[in-house]
């Protein structure tokens, strides 16, 4: 009886044991306390200083999660600090030598947590000063990309007492500060007097401009100041009730809305990035736009008349295509090219001469043995063809150009067809025809064929296209003759176009802007769909396919249909770019009009959050693991 029982009663234990995990020991509550300051040497606020190490002891172990992207001590430090932590202490040793009757702030921002739960300290900054006084003045905004409206994390945000232009490239800031993941910033520690203010991206950590850095500024003086004000703070019983609002005094700081665009000046270094050689051309490549047109002059070959050049907007892009074959066949050609570049110790531009040298990746020797074995190949499918009785195909295939169509099956009637060529070609009109089938027969219809003015290889073939009617566009071979000799294919295409019930429309009466300007409108992404140029007043899109759409306009100061960056040298800002606050949500057969003025909203607040990809950095709060537990076992 007793060996029955013994087994019985082990099984109940176990059974028991494993029914209720949770009913053991759990190690006591959570630690969801942040950690606590006991003490702080030299003492916070301390004046007179003149200790550069800064030592904070805390009631817990602490860490310091992201130093080197959220701790920034200012005036700014050349040298980067020492900042460690030992258990319950941090430690901040300064490099530099401190300033006589200077307020030094040391923001931590939400760097500092407890070693067990992350529960953080909450934003907090050390001050002390080497002088009499405690400067208490504070200054905070945004940065936001001039280009797109985007918050940008991690400028350099500072401040110049110095007023001239040339403080901005030579000198450090008096006072800076970091901009968070929504572009936010507050420099602390500011003294009563008159600023200039500036944002950079400042990658060899001097607090000065260098070219390549992303910059930001402002010719609008600051002059810091601060009130007594109140402000409302809401206390909830739960989480849909109120409980208490009582008015809290506190001190308001003076200015906390200030706004800079950055942006990225165009790479002013201009020197010869690269060359390349096909059999057909030789290609040049430059860092950076020049008006002046760099100058050729062959040293084993004839250049009158040897090239066509085809030239990028700005020259920093030169394809030579060779007329001659003869100079398409010579493996190795050598130039002399006379051009604009920068000198690396005046940053000016000064012209230069370099001897070139241009070999294609396959000799002319290569080349035709290639061919030859083409040839051969072809020949050997020949014989088997002729031993089959077939005589359909008796002279080798010519290679025709290989020309790349953008002919769509169905366009709207506001779309154009497009093609591009290879290379530079002779294009004979007479050799394009566009029919209209009208009553089950095909008559001529007008259009316009146009050479792009910036991409010469590139054509348009204009018409105007009825709703809801089928074209067909035939293509004559050798209507395009190319420098190479060759020609293109016949080809025939059938174009329909769409009925106007299909899609909807967007009609824009824009105001608050002077000068030409232009609209883009954005897919859900984002991504530019259409441009067009404001003209009285009016930006329209017509056939517009059901979704959803945004908006943004480009005040184009120079009118060359794009954005343009801006240039601290000149004092010149990047174009203003605005974006209409809401989705368009269009529908089919159906129209939208639109008032917008484009001034009316900040510029912070108007782009849609759904476009903005750069989102503002989490906020730490205590983890509440002890409810969630409790939650648990219910």
Same mark, same amino acid.
């Given at each position: 009886?007793?060996?029955?029982?013994?087994?019985?009663?082990?099984?109940?234990?176990?059974?028991?044991?494993?029914?209720?995990?949770?009913?053991?020991?759990?190690?006591?509550?959570?630690?969801?306390?942040?950690?606590?300051?006991?003490?702080?040497?030299?003492?916070?606020?301390?004046?007179?200083?003149?200790?550069?190490?800064?030592?904070?002891?805390?009631?817990?172990?602490?860490?310091?999660?992201?130093?080197?992207?959220?701790?920034?001590?200012?005036?700014?430090?050349? =040298?980067?600090?020492?900042?460690?932590?030992?258990?319950?202490?941090?430690?901040?040793?300064?490099?530099?030598?401190?300033?006589?009757?200077?307020?030094?702030?040391?923001?931590?921002?939400?760097?500092?947590?407890?070693?067990?739960?992350?529960?953080?300290?909450?934003?907090?900054?050390?001050?002390?000063?080497?002088?009499?006084?405690?400067?208490?003045?504070?200054?905070?905004?945004?940065?936001?990309?001039?280009?797109?409206?985007?918050?940008?994390?991690?400028?350099?945000?500072?401040?110049?007492?110095?007023?001239?232009?040339?403080?901005?490239?030579?000198?450090?800031?008096?006072?800076? #500060?970091?901009?968070?993941?929504?572009?936010?910033?507050?420099?602390?520690?500011?003294?009563?007097?008159?600023?200039?203010?500036?944002?950079?991206?400042?990658?060899?950590?001097?607090?000065?401009?260098?070219?390549?850095?992303?910059?930001?500024?402002?010719?609008?003086?600051?002059?810091?100041?601060?009130?007594?004000?109140?402000?409302?703070?809401?206390?909830?019983?739960?989480?849909?009730?109120?409980?208490?609002?009582?008015?809290?005094?506190?001190?308001?700081?003076? *200015?906390?809305?200030?706004?800079?665009?950055?942006?990225?000046?165009?790479?002013?270094?201009?020197?010869?990035?690269?060359?390349?050689?096909?059999?057909?051309?030789?290609?040049?490549?430059?860092?950076?736009?020049?008006?002046?047109?760099?100058?050729?002059?062959?040293?084993?070959?004839?250049?009158?008349?040897?090239?066509?050049?085809?030239?990028?907007?700005?020259?920093?892009?030169?394809?030579?295509?060779?007329?001659?074959?003869?100079?398409?066949?010579?493996?190795?050609?050598?130039?002399?090219?006379?051009? =604009?570049?920068?000198?690396?110790?005046?940053?000016?531009?000064?012209?230069?001469?370099?001897?070139?040298?241009?070999?294609?990746?396959?000799?002319?020797?290569?080349?035709?043995?290639?061919?030859? =074995?083409?040839?051969?190949?072809?020949?050997? !499918?020949?014989?088997?063809?002729?031993?089959?009785?077939?005589?359909?195909?008796?002279?080798?295939?010519?290679?025709?150009?290989?020309? @790349?169509?953008?002919?769509?099956?169905?366009?709207?009637?506001?779309?154009?067809?497009?093609?591009?060529?290879?290379?530079?070609?002779?294009?004979?009109?007479?050799?394009?025809?566009?029919?209209?089938? @009208?009553?089950?027969?095909?008559?001529?219809?007008?259009?316009?064929?146009?050479?792009?003015?910036?991409?010469?290889?590139?054509?348009?073939?204009?018409?105007?296209?009825?709703?809801?009617?089928?074209?067909?566009?035939?293509?004559?071979?050798?209507?395009?003759?190319?420098?190479?000799?060759?020609?293109?294919?016949?080809?025939?295409?059938?174009?329909?176009? #769409?009925?106007?019930?299909?899609?909807?429309?967007?009609?824009?009466?824009?105001?608050?802007?002077?000068?030409? #300007?232009?609209?883009?409108?954005?897919?859900?992404?984002?991504? *530019?769909?259409?441009?067009?140029?404001?003209?009285?007043?009016?930006?329209?899109?017509?056939?517009? !396919?059901?979704?959803?759409?945004?908006?943004?306009?480009?005040?184009?100061?120079?009118?060359?249909?794009?954005?343009?960056?801006?240039?601290?040298?000149?004092?010149?800002?990047?174009?203003?770019?605005?974006?209409? *606050?809401?989705?368009?949500?269009?529908?089919?057969?159906?129209?939208?009009?639109?008032?917008?003025?484009?001034?009316?909203?900040?510029?912070?607040?108007? %782009?849609?959050?759904?476009?903005?990809?750069? %989102? #503002?950095?989490?906020? %730490?709060? *205590?983890?509440?693991?002890?409810?969630?537990?409790?939650?648990?076992?219910?």
């Amino acid at each position: 009886m007793k060996n029955v029982f013994f087994p019985f009663l082990l099984s109940i234990l176990l059974f028991l044991s494993c029914a209720n995990p949770g009913s053991g020991p759990d190690g006591g509550p959570y630690d969801e306390t942040p950690p606590r300051i006991l003490r702080m040497t030299p003492s916070f606020g301390a004046k007179g200083e003149k200790a550069k190490k800064i030592t904070i002891e805390f009631d817990e172990i602490v860490k310091v999660e992201n130093a080197q992207e959220k701790i920034i001590v200012s005036p700014p430090q050349i =040298e980067m600090p020492e900042i460690k932590t030992s258990g319950r202490k941090i430690s901040v040793n300064l490099l530099d030598t401190l300033k006589e009757n200077t307020t030094y702030t040391i923001d931590f921002s939400d760097a500092i947590v407890d070693n067990n739960e992350g529960n953080p300290l909450g934003n907090f900054t050390y001050v002390f000063s080497t002088g009499a006084e405690i400067d208490t003045l504070e200054v905070a905004g945004h940065v936001l990309q001039a280009e797109d409206l985007e918050p940008v994390k991690g400028m350099i945000v500072g401040l110049h007492s110095d007023l001239a232009d040339s403080a901005f490239v030579s000198k450090p800031f008096d006072r800076v #500060a970091r901009t968070d993941g929504a572009g936010h910033f507050s420099i602390k520690g500011v003294k009563p007097g008159k600023y200039f203010l500036y944002a950079l991206s400042d990658m060899d950590g001097d607090y000065r401009y260098q070219r390549g850095e992303k910059l930001a500024f402002s010719r609008d003086t600051i002059r810091p100041y601060c009130f007594a004000d109140t402000r409302n703070d809401t206390l909830w019983a739960d989480t849909v009730r109120i409980d208490t609002v009582k008015q809290v005094n506190f001190t308001h700081y003076m *200015p906390d809305n200030l706004l800079l665009l950055a942006f990225s000046e165009q790479n002013p270094t201009r020197v010869l990035l690269k060359t390349e050689r096909e059999p057909e051309y030789m290609k040049v490549y430059f860092t950076a736009p020049s008006t002046h047109i760099p100058e050729v002059r062959g040293l084993n070959f004839n250049h009158e008349n040897a090239f066509e050049e085809m030239r990028s907007v700005g020259n920093d892009t030169i394809t030579y295509w060779l007329r001659d074959t003869a100079l398409v066949n010579q493996d190795t050609l050598r130039i002399l090219l006379t051009y =604009e570049a920068t000198d690396d110790s005046t940053q000016l531009n000064v012209m230069k001469s370099d001897t070139l040298e241009f070999v294609p990746r396959f000799s002319y020797e290569r080349r035709q043995r290639m061919k030859a =074995e083409d040839l051969a190949k072809w020949e050997k !499918q020949r014989e088997r063809r002729h031993k089959k009785g077939d005589f359909s195909q008796e002279t080798p295939p010519v290679d025709p150009m290989k020309i @790349k169509y953008d002919f769509p099956g169905e366009i709207t009637p506001v779309q154009n067809l497009h093609f591009t060529l290879p290379e530079p070609a002779k294009v004979d009109t007479s050799g394009f025809h566009l029919f209209l089938l @009208k009553d089950s027969t095909y008559h001529a219809a007008p259009f316009r064929l146009e050479q792009d003015s910036l991409n010469r290889l590139a054509y348009t073939l204009r018409a105007e296209w009825r709703p809801g009617q089928q074209y067909v566009l035939n293509v004559d071979s050798a209507c395009m003759v190319g420098l190479s000799g060759k020609v293109n294919q016949q080809r025939d295409q059938k174009v329909q176009v #769409a009925t106007e019930e299909q899609f909807g429309s967007l009609f824009l009466m824009i105001s608050g802007v002077e000068g030409p #300007a232009f609209v883009q409108l954005l897919a859900s992404n984002g991504t *530019p769909l259409q441009q067009v140029e404001v003209k009285d007043g009016r930006a329209d899109f017509f056939y517009l !396919q059901k979704g959803t759409y945004y908006v943004r306009l480009i005040a184009d100061k120079n009118g060359n249909g794009k954005w343009d960056t801006g240039c601290y040298a000149e004092q010149k800002q990047a174009e203003e770019v605005y974006y209409y *606050p809401q989705p368009f949500h269009i529908k089919v057969n159906w129209d939208i009009e639109q008032s917008w003025n484009v001034k009316t909203i900040p510029f912070l607040l108007q %782009k849609p959050s759904e476009l903005v990809k750069q %989102k #503002a950095d989490p906020k %730490k709060t *205590p983890k509440n693991r002890n409810a969630e537990r409790e939650r648990a076992k219910r």
